[in-house]
DNA sequence: GCATGAGCTTGACATAGGTCAAGGCCGGGA
DNA sequence: TCCCGGCCTTGACCTATGTCAAGCTCATGC
């Protein structure tokens, strides 16, 4: 845990618009940790030490015993995970697998719980991150159980793709097994599904995709009965 | 907006724990309001002017269009629905349909903030019970994308049960067709589970359920493939 | 350069769960 | 009291998705 130039701090959401004075606190007690593709940050039912917030690459939260598991979502530059456990002070309900090599800054759990009590400031700006990280999973949890296995890959592309109208390409956030996880369906039925979708203007060269049409796809979502 | 005695918010999760000045801020701006069953109290999509809630009864949160819906939740006496709306003042995701009678606190979302901003032990309190409801959909999304249709349902039984050894017995926090849908299934899908469930000990009438044992119940789960 | 193996694709087939349609049951209103 | 309309159950049938089993392709290490 070495001496941290706040500068790194600004990278993190998590940390936005915070005082001078917290963001040095939070410094003091922070450190980095490199990681490398497909190790595991940290594993489902052990304690939270730390807060995880990423400067560069990115992980995949998994639960669930390897070869069975669920993949509940990706995480990349700028975001942090498990701000609930580290929070509460409870075991890690998700693995951290890395889906790149990179590096992650790491605030302990105690050190935040601490500044919490006392800076107003910390405490909303969690309590807005938290907000959002629910409203996220509240939008899967909705796709989950009203669209089919198509539709949700349309709208996983269409909120990965790097303009919302005409022409746009996007490149998967993990391995196409994982990314099948993460929508809730086998790898078969991805990529069975993604071939569908070319008729409708998705090319796929290994993990880049390209969208002839955000239209055309999105018009189709509107098109699939379940 | 009447005058409102401190006692009522006691009674209710979020502010559980806050020094009495804050309580008194917060008395100050909240308001009772009374609800009843099948009623709106709030349509997905509209501004967050509030925070519900609840002193008597309860509600089911559900997206979607009308006969189409998708259930996500439910929530009774002392907890609290869309903070993070509020939080953030964006749209809800949400509407929330009474499951029954009662009556909710209704805290106007623009005090929460401003008081958020000045009061560490508020804000903090809100980011833990926001940390609680994401473990609690984290939990869901892990059932949903690892359980099939009898695991997902005996899994429920035994979190509503009121014991946890042993017999024990539970009424289903609305109807059948809400619970169907809060597990991700169809309500003949539902009925014909339960229907399965009787050989393993679960007995049903109308909305109570009365599990034979809870060991039987837990060890079915095990044995179940998906 | 070749063998190896992981990740992906494809096909044939199986099945959980959805859909459609008919009752049964029960509670509220005339 | 009877009727009507929700809600739930049941049965027959259908289909989206999972399962199993080859192959293919590409990167890696020998």
């Given at each position: 845990m070495g001496h941290l130039h706040?500068?790194?701090?600004?990278?993190?959401t998590l940390f936005e618009g915070l005082p001078a004075a917290t963001l040095a606190r939070i410094a003091e007690a922070a450190g980095v940790q490199r990681f490398s593709n497909h190790g595991f940050l940290f594993r489902e039912g052990e304690e939270p030490d730390f807060v995880y917030s990423f400067l560069e690459g990115g992980i995949v939260l998994v639960s669930g015993a390897e070869g069975h598991e669920a993949v509940i979502e990706f995480y990349g530059p700028g975001e942090s995970v498990l701000l609930p456990a580290a929070i509460l002070g409870m075991p890690y309900l998700l693995s951290a697998r890395a889906s790149s090599d990179g590096q992650a800054l790491l605030v302990p759990a105690s050190k935040l719980r601490a500044l919490m009590n006392e800076d107003a400031a910390l405490a909303a700006r969690c309590a807005r991150v938290l907000s959002q990280n629910w409203r996220a999973l509240i939008t899967q949890i909705k796709e989950i159980k009203t669209h089919g296995a198509t539709a949700r890959l349309a709208h996983f592309l269409i909120s990965q793709a790097?303009?919302?109208?005409g022409p746009a390409t996007l490149v998967l956030p993990g391995m196409k097994k994982e990314v099948a996880q993460r929508l809730g369906i086998k790898p078969e039925t991805f990529s069975r599904t993604l071939k569908k979708l070319r008729a409708f203007g998705v090319e796929c060269d290994g993990d880049a995709i390209r969208i002839a049409s955000m239209e055309r796809l999105t018009a189709l979502v509107d098109t699939l009965p379940a």
């Open positions: 706040v500068p790194l701090l600004n990278k993190i790097d303009r919302s109208k």
